[in-house]
């Protein structure tokens, strides 16, 4: 009888650990998604301001007029 209600405690045991372990996978999942929401934010930012940086440096790239007197 020992033998069954030792074995029963350990089962009990394991499944409150997966338990535990499964609220903490969907914990994790969670904040993992979150990030990659605020990386992708971040990428399309960093994005549009390189090109906005590109847009204001292309008149400057080009070449100067030559002054009235040549």
Same mark, same amino acid.
């Given at each position: 009888?020992?033998?069954?209600?030792?074995?029963?405690?350990?089962?009990? #045991?394991?499944?409150?650990? =997966? /338990?535990?372990?499964?609220?903490?996978?969907?914990?994790?999942?969670? =904040?993992? /998604?979150?990030?990659?929401?605020?990386? !992708? #934010?971040?990428?399309?930012? =960093? #994005?549009?301001?390189? !090109?906005?940086?590109?847009?204001?440096?292309?008149?400057?790239?080009?070449?100067?007029?030559?002054?009235?007197?040549?």
């Amino acid at each position: 009888m020992s033998d069954l209600s030792d074995q029963s405690s350990r089962i009990d #045991a394991l499944e409150v650990r =997966v /338990t535990h372990q499964d609220q903490t996978i969907t914990e994790l999942n969670d =904040v993992i /998604t979150a990030q990659w929401r605020k990386i !992708d #934010a971040l990428e399309r930012q =960093v #994005a549009r301001m390189r !090109d906005e940086y590109q847009n204001m440096l292309a008149p400057r790239e080009l070449p100067e007029p030559p002054p009235p007197h040549y």
